[in-house]
């Protein structure tokens, strides 16, 4: 069974950082591009960033370009996302994701979504 569990998330006060984990089981991350996504209360799910494959560059959002960085551990087939200057409208529920040989992570070819992690940005 394909499976990608995150962790990470919690209560940061604005301008905060939290760094998110989400570990694969049942397969390897090396062929997938991964990803994070973002749903905020009443809005859609929201590409963040992404490692695409094969040649692993990244990509960001504007919302979050600058502030968030993605990047991978091959060897313990997890995937992290730093996120630092934290704001309000950073409060969602974040999910990875991993889409096989994806040139990139399009929510529509999003092959194995985690459960998703909670992270509310107050003060």
């Known amino acids: 069974q394909l499976q990608l569990v995150e962790s990470g998330g919690g209560l940061v006060e604005p301008g905060g950082s939290l760094k998110l984990s989400c570990a694969a089981s049942?397969?390897?991350?090396?062929?997938?591009?991964i990803g994070w996504f973002r749903q905020a209360p009443g809005k859609g799910r929201e590409e963040i960033s992404c490692?695409?494959?094969?040649?692993?560059?990244?990509k960001y959002a504007d919302s979050v370009e600058g502030r968030f960085t993605i990047s991978r551990d091959n060897a313990k087939n997890t995937v992290y996302q730093q996120m630092d200057s934290l704001m309000a409208e950073g409060t969602a529920i974040y999910f990875c994701?991993?889409?096989?040989?994806?040139?990139?992570?399009?929510?529509?070819?999003?092959?194995?979504w985690g459960q998703g992690t909670q992270v509310t940005v107050s003060s």
């Open positions: 490692i695409n494959y094969p040649d692993r560059t990244t």
């Open positions: 049942g397969f390897t991350l090396d062929n997938y591009a």
């Open positions: 994701s991993a889409v096989w040989r994806g040139l990139a992570c399009v929510r529509a070819s999003i092959d194995v």
